[in-house]
């Protein structure tokens, strides 16, 4: 079965500092990869997806950049934080978990990071 | 655009059922109709979907009305650990790559 890891889990970092996530898949080839992030008591943002290695599709322009150096490994950066990219950020991997032709997304445990 | 819309908060008591609603007026007829859950400090999860007919799991029912402009996710029997945020999502059809648009979803409050 497909699991997803997300590093840190948590993570606080002064403002202007750089910034990288890291999400990796087990149990899957070549899915689809997207990242997530969810500002505190709001909904879920998209980000970036990615269909394959090198492939990146940016939703919203920012201050932040996605990486797929592998196939199974998805990366999010920054070059300088900022106050509001605060947040809960969240991997997701789709797939059909259910053997029926469902094509469903399964999200990571999630990095909550804290910008000061 | 999460182009759907559902009631901010709803409360149920314990063992009760539990019937969540959600508008989608402008839905394509080739628009699936997903739900997803968020456990508190969790990421979302699936809890089921439908394109035209009514659907049974093992977690949920979702009955999609005549003219699909809106849905019901039916929990039969809430319980402690069915408190979250449930998201109501239209996707274009069933293939890879359609992002999931996620609007402010309902929060269902369970007591005990």
């Known amino acids: 079965s497909q699991t997803i890891h997300q590093w840190p889990a948590t993570l606080v970092q002064p403002v202007g500092s750089p910034l990288s996530l890291e999400c990796t898949v087990e149990?899957?080839?070549?899915?689809?990869l997207y990242w997530y992030r969810q500002a505190a008591g709001r909904g879920l943002q998209l980000l970036f997806y990615?269909?394959?290695?090198?492939?990146i599709s940016s939703e919203v322009p920012q201050n932040l950049s996605a990486s797929r150096p592998q196939d199974r490994q998805f990366i999010l950066s920054s070059k300088k934080l900022l106050l509001s990219d605060s947040g809960f950020y969240l991997c997701?991997?789709?797939?059909?978990?259910?053997?029926?032709?469902?094509?469903?997304?399964?999200f990571g445990p999630g990095t909550r990071l804290l910008v000061l | 655009d999460a182009k759907t819309t559902q009631p901010n908060s709803m409360e149920s008591n314990e063992e009760e059922p539990v019937h969540l609603p959600c508008n989608h007026s402008?839905?394509?007829?080739?628009?699936?109709i997903h739900w997803y859950r968020q456990l508190p400090s969790q990421g979302p999860e699936y809890v089921i979907h439908?394109?035209?007919s009514n659907v049974n799991n093992r977690m949920a029912s979702l009955a999609i009305a005549e003219d699909r402009k809106s849905s019901t996710l039916i929990l039969h029997r809430a319980t402690l650990r069915d408190a979250a945020v449930y998201y109501c999502?239209?996707?274009?059809?069933?293939?890879?790559?359609?992002?999931?648009?996620f609007g402010g979803g309902t929060r269902l409050m369970v007591k005990p």
């Open positions: 439908g394109l035209t």
């Open positions: 999502i239209r996707k274009p059809n069933n293939n890879a790559g359609n992002m999931l648009t």
């Open positions: 149990g899957t080839s070549n899915p689809n």
């Open positions: 990615s269909v394959g290695i090198g492939q």
């Open positions: 402008t839905i394509s007829g080739t628009d699936y």
């Open positions: 997701a991997l789709e797939g059909d978990w259910w053997d029926s032709g469902i094509q469903t997304q399964y």
